[in-house]
């Protein structure tokens, strides 16, 4: 296992987790360490895999507290990897390279995970199944793909779900804007 072959977002899940383990006073680094440090980080794909399968991050969040509350605890000891989290990191990278992946990312460790029964109520089927509406035929060819999977979530707002939701404000005296926008969008051979 090399950690350069690590993403930008993975590797600080692994920083994440080892700096829970240290936290809690854990002696060993294991795989519940590391799934809680990846439902924590900011912007990764694996909030919209759990979104996609309908896992609240706030009750897998708990779940995993009241798992590693029954960690054993030895403050002062020096904090290695356990035998679990060196065979979940080893089954990331072949999951990476069966995905024919250059580096090895958050959703990769997430399936390794599953496929060891560490993400409760989900399997390794299932997460690859969302992946592909998440990532679609994207491959992870640098260290940061999470930033390319759903720009358009991203970047832009859904004006449909906002106004479903009764969000928006109400467009008052302006109906010639209206008329001329509904033109430019309806027009079909020139740029919108």
Do not use: C, W
């Amino acid at each position: 296992m090399r950690i350069e072959k690590f993403t930008t977002k993975a590797q600080e899940a692994l920083t994440g987790a080892q700096d829970l383990a240290r936290q809690k006073e854990n002696p060993e680094i294991t795989p519940l360490h590391l799934l809680r440090a990846l439902v924590d980080r900011e912007q990764t794909t694996i909030h919209a895999l759990l979104d996609k399968l309908g896992i609240s991050e706030a009750d897998l969040a708990a779940q995993l507290d009241q798992q590693l509350a029954k960690l054993p605890n030895s403050a002062g000891t020096q904090i290695g990897a356990s035998r679990a989290m060196l065979d979940v990191l080893d089954a990331a990278q072949k999951q990476a390279d069966r995905l024919k992946d250059e580096y090895v990312s958050t959703e990769h460790i997430l399936i390794a995970l599953a496929e060891r029964n560490h993400v409760p109520g989900v399997s390794a089927d299932k997460i690859m199944e969302v992946l592909k509406d998440v990532r679609g035929n994207q491959r992870v060819t640098d260290q940061n793909p999470e930033d390319k999977y759903q720009a358009l979530e991203k970047y832009g707002k859904d004006l449909v779900a906002l106004a479903k939701l009764g969000r928006l404000d109400p467009v008052i005296g302006r109906d010639e804007e209206i008329r001329r926008t509904m033109q430019v969008l309806s027009r079909r051979t020139k740029n919108n």
